[in-house]
Nanobody, 127 residues
């Protein structure tokens, strides 16, 4: 099973940027679609974005479209999430995991393949 470790979180002001990294430390992620998820205490974990194994397909939930960009470098076993134009409502612990997407028209959702999570990385957006 792929083991993933998240990093890159921090505290920024509204409108700021952060770039998260998800590094595969065990197993191979080359042939696996990887998603970014986030969770706020007391709320369900939410899928944010997904990238296919060969980067041909990328999916975003509507609330982050145009602000977040997902990418990957399979040679480095790393998936990135560039977050620009951050808003207070983006505050959460962010996780990465193997995932899948479902789109109905222009609206996409991202789901994890397994209920197995790393420690995540905290993103805080406040003034």
């Amino acid at each position: 099973q792929v083991q993933l470790v998240e990093s890159g979180g921090g505290s920024v002001q509204p409108g700021g940027s952060l770039k998260l990294s998800c590094i595969g430390s065990r197993g191979t992620m080359d042939y696996t679609a990887i998603g970014w998820f986030r969770q706020v205490p007391g709320k369900e974990r939410e899928g944010v974005s997904l990238i296919s194994s060969n980067s041909d397909n990328r999916y975003y939930i509507n609330s982050v479209k145009g602000r977040f960009t997902i990418s990957r470098d399979n040679a480095k076993k790393t998936v990135y999430l560039q977050m620009d134009g951050l808003k207070p409502e983006d505050t959460a612990v962010y996780f990465c995991a193997p995932g899948r997407s479902y789109c109905s028209g222009a609206v996409c959702s991202v789901y994890p393949l397994f209920d197995y999570w790393g420690q995540g990385t905290q993103v805080t957006v406040s003034s």
